[in-house]
């Protein structure tokens, strides 16, 4: 899991290779602390994307109880660390589905 965590760290933190860097270890500790929250948002919206799929009783079904233990909010192959983000403020994500 620790593994997990810090690849994560790699794209979410991407800029020097993800080496929390600085000219003194004040500038680093801000730079780590910064890094929570954006971990914090995605292992939130990640986990409300995991109980959508589970509210669906074909998920539900398929699923042993190995399966459901293997589960983990901490995936990162959607997140774009390059380019563009377009951020609309008038539309929200759709949680209909989230119980």
Same mark, same amino acid.
């Given at each position: 899991m620790v593994e997990n965590w810090n690849g994560a760290n790699d794209t979410i933190f991407y800029g020097k290779q993800g080496v929390l860097?600085?000219?003194?270890r004040e500038h680093a500790e801000v &730079?780590? +602390?910064?890094l929570h929250l954006p971990q914090s948002c995605l292992v939130y919206v990640n986990t409300l994307l995991l109980q959508a799929v589970l509210?669906?009783?074909a998920w539900a079904e398929r699923l042993t109880a190995?399966?459901?233990?293997?589960? &983990?909010? +901490?995936?990162?192959?959607?997140?774009?660390p390059y380019g563009r983000f377009h951020l609309d403020m008038d539309k929200r994500l759709d949680l209909s589905g989230v119980a």
């Open positions: 860097t600085g000219a003194d &730079s780590m +602390l910064a509210a669906d009783p190995e399966d459901r233990r293997g589960l &983990s909010p +901490l995936f990162w192959s959607h997140i774009n």
